[in-house]
């Protein structure tokens, strides 16, 4: 391999997808998406995605196309062991790079399948080959490494899988970082996220702010019965960024009061969670007809081991009572139901905390009882299906609880 | 404009995606799936997607390379009433033809502002501009009507706005009916859906007719813990597919054995539910570090009212002992212990099955009890995060329960 210097002047970046089952639409490009948001993230310009399939030529087509317009191609797919699979190959001849059997990348393969104790089908072989002066980018998620090449010209190429599970650790560990070196002056942003208060109610509440922004920028979005508005700097250091942005947040928080959760935060869950480790309470749960989608947001919040006690999860809230031990007929008011049914939650498993949800149709009601003391909502939902129905069931009673927990913190 | 013949030999189709929020990952390209899906649906060919920016020269350069390789061009986004908005322009341009202002379009935008209460701005007449010779395509969701236009080397654009709740329509209610006349005839396709089974060890087990097949194509999937092949034939008609497909679906299924669990189902729950049913059986459920998750995948069936019992979730194993009421102390064996707790839950909850998983570090465990007879497994995983522990624990438990229903039919 010849020497090659890469300028370091403004770079341009194209996303290549490779796969046909995405031109017959039998997935959704969420990789896409997913490496845009990280070139934006890093300040770099991508000007053109491109989707091809499993097809020698027009890959090889689609690659030149890209060499002439661009820097920096990132391809997702056509990484895996079958025939089909071809973006390596077709890309390491655009690039004019031989490849070899990488020995290491083949015992990890090898290793991958012994621990699962199976045997290493050859066709995974290929999985190994490696373009020479290449760099190997580890994927822990599975048996396709991804590996990034450079042409003489100074193109850079990275090949990531398809799977979005293995593309998107890779993407942020071993990709980001290299591209840093060429991110044209960072952006720096802040999430305001926000409950209890629709997309367009809260742009209004903001609009002055969006509309005088340049720098930083106010962009609002919504997301699964939530909404969120993220504002965003461009600044050549974390400290300028953090001057631009810290006035601007106070302002939104301000204005949005108790319906903003938090800054940066993972979610909801994981704001209830410190809550209550700091009250020192623990909380069950007791679900009707949304499978027990409340107790298992909290699965990913570090803490959920030392506050969350057993969940309880049915099609109806007569299957809960049964399970809690609770022989009495419930009451027929849903709301009172959901309050009867909390409270025994605590009682059965012990907690100090219980909340329940019931989804039955369009009807939502929840409760939740916090050291003895319960509150309850019950509401008719406009007709989106069971998917909203249950994220906003649940969506109501994580933020009656948070707000309970924010009123003991007074 | 000069008359033009439309050649009605096999048509290759493009995508070209406009609009500079999805090079930002704002957000997620659906409208390209949407179009690929509906090409595909009626048989035309699909090679190549673009996405580029709302930038006069970019997307130019990025028409003649579509009008370069395919015949018929279909664009989303660009139609709105900002300076942004340029597709229209650009593409009229490229195919040379003049803009004029279409009396009827403009009258039905002043409609839909009068029946809003508001007063047209004056940046929506722009909307109105139609190609010479073009075909207006109506949009009842907005004020961007799409339209259709022809170039004189017999190309096809076919121009569509970005909402996907006013693209889907159009291209449904509008595209869809004129795109069908050059069909090749259309594709059928069937999906087999596999378990326990890799998708290279599918792959190989099947290679010789993937290798082989042009009518009926094969390909493989991988697919959250799971494995697909999608066996696709091209017909004139229904009954010709299912003659292509019958005997090529019915050697997969016969070489994949228990394996492969349906063709054409939802998923794999919705196969178990059906078994449930006819077996007269109820299913309760008790999770430990799964959230609960293989009670939520049955949500969505159907039957689950009928067959589904309580489901218990928990942290560990421990905490589900003590919410069953189960007091002596688990053996230490995960899977022996899983197998004690999904006896317990049959009776607990009154049900005539009961499921346990257990998911702690990389330790999968699980357990199925069905009428008093108990299945149980216990494996390590490799190191991949919460998401696939979670679903490989409940995939396996899931598999479990097949099978010994499946054993109960023999």
Redesign the interface.
Known sequence: MRETTIKVDRKRCEILCVG???????????N?????????KLGLD????????D?EA?LEN?IH?AMTRADILLFTGGL?????DITKEVAARCFHRELYMDEDALREIQD?YA??R?AM?V??QKQALMPRGGLLLKN??G?APGCMMTSDEGHLAFLMPG?P?EMRPMFDNEVAPILARYSNGGLYSKAVRVVSLGESRMAEMLQDLIDAGTNPTL?PYAKDGEAMVRVTARASSKEEAKAILDPVINEVLQRLGRHAYGVDVPNLESVISEKLQQQGLTLSFAEAGT???A??R???CEL??SV????????TTG??A??LGLMDALPENTAEACALLSQHACK???TTAGLCTLVSGQELACAVTVLGETRQYAARMPARG?DYY?TQASQAALDMLRLMLMDREA
Do not use: K, W
């Open positions: 046909t089952e995405l031109l017959l639409g039998d997935i959704l490009n969420t896409a998406q997913y490496l845009a948001q990280g070139l934006s991508l000007y053109v995605q491109t989707v091809v399939g097809n027009r689609a196309l895996g062991p079958t025939t089909d991958f621990l699962t199976r089908p066709s995974n822990p998620q048996t799977p599970r962009a499978g027990g989608l107790a298992q909290f699965l990913s959920a081991q969350c006690g057993p969940g309880l999860s049915a099609m299957q809960l049964c399970a059965h498993f012990g069971a249950r």
